[in-house]
């Protein structure tokens, strides 16, 4: 986080919807938690709240984005491949830290799949 700010919103948002709200069902915290780096093994909830912050109406049309969209509603598994790759891209391309969960998100689902 200290390498990039930007991913402490994350974590920060399980722990308030923790103490602030109560909430104590793991699969929603690890889903707020996860939402930006992903992690192998995810759930379905995970999954889908990840893919939902990637793709939501109000993203900026990003390279592959109504491919990325298409492919959320048909496998759920292969759009995380998807997302995962394009973050890496771009995290790269920014020159910017990458946190090693965003990595081991793309090869897990990327080897799972058998597809980059």
Do not use: W
């Not at 991913?7 to 939402?35: F, T």
């Not at 093994?41 to 491919?67: C, V």
């Amino acid at each position: 986080e200290q390498a990039n700010p930007d991913l402490l919103h994350a974590k920060l948002g399980a722990v308030i919807a923790k103490e602030k709200y109560d909430i104590q069902n793991d699969d929603i915290l690890n889903a707020i938690c996860y939402h930006t780096t992903g992690k192998p093994d995810m759930t379905e909830l995970e999954k889908i709240i990840y893919i939902a912050d990637y793709m939501e109406p109000n993203r900026k049309m990003l390279d592959g984005l109504k491919e990325v969209r298409q492919m959320a509603f048909r496998d759920l598994n292969q759009a995380m491949v998807m997302i995962s790759h394009h973050i890496l891209q771009y995290l790269q391309e920014k020159q910017v830290f990458i946190d090693p969960l965003t990595q081991e998100t793309y090869d897990y689902y990327k080897e799972m799949t058998g597809k980059e």
